[in-house]
């Protein structure tokens, strides 16, 4: 009798364990599908890391990320690896026809020309055959360069003419002689003395244009001997584009709506003090721009 109870507890214990086995069977299938899950999240963190790294410390290879683009430290060595095509030399002509223009002469085309002209000294113009002296019979154009003249910083004063009449002065004993002021042009920009409009167009050309901050723009000018703050610059900007540009794009805003077809380009950006939100929230901007068979208006809009 105690055999058998024996025998019926070593089974209840076995399918007990039996049952515990495949509990632990099961748990360990979960486990280990959520441990390659894991890995695989780990793995893809580690390698968001290892780009963030990258950007932010190692050295960025714009020429393979966007071929049309070049880096901005070794612009040089990139494009001095690159051949130059060459300029075609003036066509030889047997017969008589007009000689097409090469590219050498399209070059220099519109360009003023001034000549330096290489002579000998009083001394140095002597025969050296008979020791007499020599005289001037030609002149041979050896090479052409460009010249670059570096911009010119100067103050111009408007100063204001008064005008008086001699007869009133001689005549006129007790009424106020009469006194006539030229006209002056307004400021381009009120309140600013020293803003002409050369010099917000060439602060706004390089800004847009040549993409030069307007940090290095104030460092180019303190060497050149003027100090204007970025923050005056700045504000320059802002007034130019509301009462000059705005006008003229949204001309141009309602030509751009009369087209069919059209481009358009989102990029995120945060923007600083905007009213109505938060530094941290995302603000976007978009770029629209019309395709081959856009409306030629843009020309009757500039010359409006």
Avoid at 94 to 117: A, I, M, N, S, W
Avoid at 268 to 293: C, F, H, I, P
Wanted: hydrophobic share 35%; with cysteine.
């Amino acid at each position: 009798m105690d055999k058998d109870k024996r025998i019926a507890q070593l089974e209840a214990e076995n399918a007990e364990l039996k049952n515990k086995n495949t509990t632990l069977f099961r748990e360990n299938e979960k486990l280990s599908g959520e441990n390659a899950k894991l890995k695989i999240l780990n793995d893809w963190y580690f390698e968001q890391f290892r780009l963030a790294q990258q950007r932010r410390f190692g050295s960025s290879s714009e020429r393979n990320l966007l071929p049309d683009q070049l880096n901005l430290f070794n612009e040089a060595e990139v494009l001095a690896n690159e051949p130059i095509p060459e300029l075609e030399a003036d066509e030889v002509i047997t017969y008589k026809r007009k000689k097409r223009k090469g590219k050498r002469d399209e070059f220099y085309e519109g360009l003023p020309t001034e000549q330096v002209v290489h002579e000998l000294s009083e001394n140095e113009r002597i025969c050296p055959v008979c020791g007499g002296p020599i005289h001037a019979c030609g002149h041979t154009v050896l090479r052409r360069e460009v010249a670059v003249i570096p911009a010119q910083i100067k103050a111009v004063e408007h100063v204001q003419t008064v005008y008086s009449c001699r007869n009133c002065e001689k005549t006129t004993a007790d009424n106020p002689v009469p006194m006539v002021k030229a006209t002056v042009p307004a400021p381009v920009i009120s309140g600013s003395g020293i803003a002409s409009p050369s010099l917000v167009a060439f602060v706004m050309c390089n800004k847009y244009v040549l993409a030069l901050p307007l940090y290095r723009q104030e460092q180019e000018l303190q060497r050149a001997g003027i100090h204007i703050l970025r923050q005056t610059m700045s504000n320059w900007i802002i007034i130019a584009a509301t009462r000059w540009l705005a006008p003229i794009y949204e001309l141009l805003y309602e030509e751009l709506l009369k087209n069919q077809i059209l481009h358009a380009d989102e990029t995120s950006l945060q923007v600083v003090k905007e009213a109505g939100r938060n530094a941290s929230q995302k603000s976007y901007m978009w770029m629209y721009q019309t395709g081959k068979d856009a409306r030629q208006t843009h020309e009757k809009i500039l010359k409006t």
